[in-house]
């Protein structure tokens, strides 16, 4: 059974600094891509990095130069480090098994960015 289950989220200031943790369960990154996406309040839900299973990565461009994502495959575990964050940065961020068409997606993790 493939679970994810993300982690690190929370109120930061403008500016601040979280990292996400993606705990992968059911499946090894050696052989998938994993994405992390973000919901804002009232919108639909975007992509915002992708890492496949070759180490390449890809980012949105609104991310890219602020948010990098990386893995461990020996924890099974995907990151997104988020710096100088944003008021618009804010909403629930799930990580997901694919990039282009997500099949398995955790519960979500709620990041604030807020004064």
């Known amino acids: 059974q493939v679970q994810l289950v993300e982690s690190g989220g929370g109120l930061v200031q403008p500016g601040g600094s979280l990292r996400l943790s993606c705990a992968v369960h059911?499946?090894?990154?050696?052989?998938?891509?994993i994405g992390w996406f973000q919901q804002a309040p009232g919108k639909e839900r975007e992509r915002v990095s992708c890492i496949n299973s070759d180490d390449n990565t890809k980012y949105s461009g609104s991310k890219r130069g602020r948010f990098t994502i990386s893995r461990d495959t020996a924890k099974n575990m995907v990151y997104l480090q988020m710096n100088s964050l944003k008021p618009e940065d804010t909403g629930v961020y799930y990580c997901?098994?694919?990039?282009?068409?997500?099949?398995?997606w955790g519960q979500g993790t709620q990041v604030t960015v807020s004064s």
């Open positions: 059911g499946l090894t990154l050696d052989h998938y891509a």
């Open positions: 997901a098994t694919g990039c282009a068409t997500p099949t398995h």
